[in-house]
């Protein structure tokens, strides 16, 4: 991401930090100047990809990284990578590189690892934890949370990319105690399909993308993420935080996640469910009424009724200012 970068670096690898349906993560240091990075070691489950002389399942998940470079050098635009995170709010690779020595890909345990590696800012456990582990924290700051939040999205929005898997465990704290979103695997620009190894959350995932392969009968048929698609989940996060709750609309039973998704997204599309009945459960958990309205503005289930980016910025300027 970096220009003018050395053309080698050479890090030693200090400790593990996790690990993701996507990627490894391990703590870097380099070796010359001490600083810390997180290495992120892309690796793809073996049931995405395929295995053939051909080198086909190389190319195709070396395409995949290639376009996520593109999303994120979008999403810097002018700024310089080591800033996006302060000034936007996400988390972008810093360097990408081959790792000496290695194979381009190789198939262990399950999954298909890349030899190319990104090099990212070090980050500090995931804001879905402080949720999980310090209630009372997360409620004082709630607010907060929520602003931040919705500025990173609007800024996601700017640039014309849509994140596709928006949730808490994607947004990881910086040293400042600020929260980026990382991840971005799936990032894509406004329009452009569903890419092969294209990866999502089903819980956050909204209604008209899986109503897309529910419908379809062919896996050809493109799923077409809009504008709107992330603000969906901007809804269902900011629903989570103020309610402290999950599943606004409830859920089917079924035997797993993606069918339970689609399930809910037919019974909501068809029988054209409104926001609206979500109102007296945000008003029983004593929602903040400008954050209760943005909520059920954003978790319209059509499209169509969905506030666009545009339309938060003028409809809640209050929101979406930064307090002094």
Not at 222 to 229: C, D, E, F, G, N
Not at 294 to 305: G, Q
Request: hydrophobic residues 45%; negative net charge.
């Amino acid at each position: 991401m970096e220009k003018g970068s050395p053309l080698s670096r050479i890090v030693r690898i200090n400790k593990l930090l996790g690990k993701g349906g996507s990627a490894i993560v391990v703590e870097a240091e380099d070796t010359d100047t001490h600083e810390l990075f997180a290495m992120r070691i892309i690796r793809v489950p073996e049931k995405l990809v395929w295995d053939d002389a051909s080198g086909a399942s190389l190319a195709e998940v070396r395409r995949e990284l290639t376009l996520q470079e593109e999303g994120a050098r979008q999403l810097c635009g002018v700024i310089p990578a080591s800033m996006v995170a302060a000034k936007k709010g996400i988390s972008v690779p810093l360097f990408t590189a081959d790792i000496a020595g290695a194979p381009e890909g190789v198939h262990v345990g399950g999954y298909f690892i890349l030899g190319r590696v990104q090099l990212m800012e070090r980050l500090y456990g995931a804001v879905r934890r402080i949720i999980r582990d310090a209630p009372d924290v997360v409620y004082g700051a709630r607010e907060y949370m929520a602003r931040r939040l919705l500025q990173i999205v609007l800024k996601l929005q700017q640039a014309g990319l849509s994140h596709n898997d928006l949730k808490w465990s994607n947004m990881l704290l910086r040293s400042d105690g600020s929260f980026v979103i990382a991840d971005l695997g799936s990032i894509l620009p406004f329009g452009k399909p569903y890419r092969p190894l294209t990866l999502f959350t089903p819980g956050y995932r909204e209604p008209h993308l899986a109503l897309t392969e529910v419908f379809s009968g062919y896996k050809e048929t493109l799923i077409i993420p809009q504008a709107s698609s992330d603000l969906w989940s901007l809804g269902i996060l900011l629903y989570e935080l103020f309610t402290d709750r999950q599943y606004p609309y409830g859920r089917f039973e079924a035997k797993d996640g993606d069918d339970q998704e689609a399930m809910l997204a037919k019974w909501l599309i068809e029988n054209d469910r409104r926001s609206a009945e979500i109102l007296p459960e945000l008003e029983a958990e004593n929602v903040p009424p400008l954050w209760m309205q943005l909520i059920v503005r954003l978790l319209e289930p059509k499209r169509t009724h969905r506030i666009t980016a545009w339309g938060i910025v003028e409809e809640f300027p209050d929101l979406v200012r930064i307090p002094e």
